[in-house]
């Protein structure tokens, strides 16, 4: 059984986890915090600092422990997720083993990202929310768990232009839909954080950002296109979750 820990939690007992789990807790502390080469998403960084973040620990992210360490996860934090704080994020590492770090293309970690969230999607016992589209071609679709929406994050170690999406361990984070509330186009406070995020995103990058970055909702928006943003500006020509979610109507 796994169990959600907070940066609080890590920072006292780190040392009891194996030693990949504490390179990866580590390593993505130094990251998120650098206050030299400052991260771009403004409320992740926020949510590390305030400890609002939770965090998890999965097994090689293509075996079936990790499709249920992550369904056990996500269950727990939608829980307790609104009890965390303003800026509330899950982040999952995943064991990478030397075979997927030395040999996984971004393109391959995508398909191993689409099929986790299809697998865990399976495994779901509650019913799809009935506010959300369950087709992902909806402007208004958003991966769901546990009657749960969810932005979902996807880092791998094969990033190499998106230096944003780069990360010593593949890694999922799951933002709340609630998260964004007042982080979205009809505030100005929402307006701003966007504006100063795809700044701080293109000085981080060296590259423009993606197209397919936009807000959640418009009608020429596609969420899961953001979701795993490849090193160049192509997307999948469908998405891969599209079957799963069809099988759940």
């Known amino acids: 059984m796994v169990h959600l820990k907070s940066k609080s939690w890590l920072d006292h007992n780190g040392k009891e986890l194996p030693a990949w789990q504490q390179d990866a807790f580590r390593k993505f502390g130094h990251m998120i915090a650098d206050d030299e080469r400052m991260y771009p998403c403004i409320p992740g960084r926020q949510g590390y600092l305030t400890d609002s973040l939770r965090f998890g620990f999965a097994a090689d992210p293509r075996s079936d ?13 939608g829980e307790c997720s609104r009890d965390t704080g303003r800026y509330a994020s899950l982040v999952i590492f995943f064991e990478t083993p030397t075979d997927m770090t030395a040999n996984f293309s971004v393109e391959d970690y995508e398909q191993v990202f689409w099929s986790i969230l299809s697998r865990v999607s399976a495994k779901d016992p509650v019913p799809w929310p009935a506010h959300i589209p369950q087709d992902p071609s909806h402007h208004a679709w958003e991966f769901c768990y546990s009657g749960h929406p969810y932005f979902a994050f996807c880092g791998t170690p094969a990033h190499q232009v998106r230096r944003s999406r780069w990360t010593p361990y593949f890694l999922i984070t799951f933002q709340p839909r609630w998260v964004f509330e007042e982080i979205n186009d009809s505030t100005a406070f929402g307006r701003n954080m966007k504006s100063l995020i795809r700044q701080k995103l293109v000085e981080y990058d060296g590259v423009p950002a993606h ?15 953001q979701y795993f943003l490849r090193d160049d500006e192509s997307v999948a020509p469908k998405c891969p979750f599209a079957s799963m979610a069809m099988k759940k109507k």
């Open 65 to 77: 422990k990790a499709i249920e360490e992550t369904a056990q996860l996500l269950y727990q934090y």
């Open 211 to 225: 197209p397919s970055l936009k807000w959640y909702g418009q009608t020429d928006n596609l969420e899961w296109e």
